[in-house]
């Protein structure tokens, strides 16, 4: 009667090549988390090493109140990138806004509100006819909005001569530069802080509505999407609309804390698509998160704050924002390749 075969005895874990369940899991779920959220993460544990205060609660609110305006901004871009369309004129609609309040107000408190309805409106009609440049038209939006971007900062230039007019009502400048005061825990919540909050809200309702699911529908094939009922026209006029009215928004809180100026928006538009590719948002359309956007938005306020920590100068930002773009795109196009 032969003996049953001994088996060989099972090597301990990680000898042969497998990881331990617990070590495996951990990493499994590292992988998982987004990169934008782990480059978040580490710059922050990075600049609170740097400068302790950073992670102070007046410190933090402090940063997030730079940020705002910027992940507003990237919140707006995410919508017209996933739907496969570019957005290149808020920066220059960033400094009309600021231009055009500090001149009709002129410092008086009461002309701020309905300054802020006419810069609303201003935004919607940017908006609109971008969408209907690109979709009724059929001019890439590419080119229809660096359109827009010239036409607005020559409207800018003809109407200050170089050099704005005016000065922003002390109440205007509030919602950009201060806050609610005695929150226990903070001596001050900043109200950019609570619109950045309250529109972020705003925003994940929306991509997580039927109207979210049409835009990364258009965005990934718009044939199939306007096949299947969707009119792809409307909804990427939509898009348009809410990347202006992000840019309005954004222009508000700026005039807070940079003042007036023909300069004050310039660059924004790189920024914020560069925040929305880090985020995870496709060019070209079709996958991405308003989140993941806003977080990408957070992360470069953030390695901006880190390298004026290093002393590293200012304009090597448009460097950096470039790597990051090529970066970015590249990781996304990999793990397409991979799906």
């Not at 005695?182 to 909050?197: H, N």
């Amino acid at each position: 009667m032969s003996t049953p075969a001994a088996r060989a005895p099972k090597p301990p874990p990680g000898l042969d090549g497998e990881r331990p369940e617990p070590l495996a899991r951990a990493l499994a779920a590292i992988r998982a988390v987004p990169v934008v959220w782990l480059l978040l993460i580490g710059l922050w544990i990075w600049i609170g090493i740097l400068n302790p205060l950073f992670l102070e609660p007046e410190g933090f609110l402090a940063y997030l109140k730079r940020a705002a305006p910027l992940a507003i901004l990237a919140a707006g871009a995410f919508f017209v990138l996933a739907s496969g369309e570019f957005d290149l004129s808020v920066g220059s609609l960033v400094t009309v806004v600021v231009v055009v309040a500090a001149r009709l107000s002129d410092g008086d408190p009461a002309n701020t509100w309905p300054v802020i309805a006419l810069l609303l409106a201003i935004g919607l009609a940017v908006g609109l006819i971008n969408g209907f440049v690109t979709t009724v038209l059929r001019v890439p939006s590419f080119i229809t909005t660096l359109a827009m971007l010239l036409i607005l900062e020559g409207a800018v230039f003809l109407w200050t001569a170089g050099a704005p007019q005016g000065a922003l009502a002390e109440n205007f400048r509030s919602i950009g530069r201060l806050g609610i005061e005695g929150i226990p825990v903070f001596k001050e919540l900043p109200y950019s802080v609570i619109v950045l909050v309250a529109l972020g809200a705003v925003a994940v309702r929306l991509t997580r509505g039927h109207f979210g699911h049409r835009v990364l529908a258009v965005g990934d094939n718009d044939r199939a999407a306007a096949l299947s009922g969707i009119n792809v026209g409307r909804v990427r006029t939509m898009a348009f609309v809410l990347s202006a009215t992000s840019a309005v928004v954004a222009g508000i809180l700026l005039g807070g804390f940079a003042g007036v100026s023909a300069q004050v928006g310039r660059g924004l538009e790189f920024e914020a698509i560069t925040a929305a590719v880090l985020g995870g948002t496709v060019l070209g359309g079709g996958r991405g998160s308003v989140v993941g956007a806003m977080a990408g938005a957070l992360a470069l306020e953030a390695l901006f704050t880190l390298l004026n920590l290093q002393g590293v100068s200012g304009a090597l930002e448009d460097a950096v924002e470039g790597v990051i773009i090529i970066a970015a795109v590249a990781v996304a196009s990999y793990r397409l390749r991979g799906t």
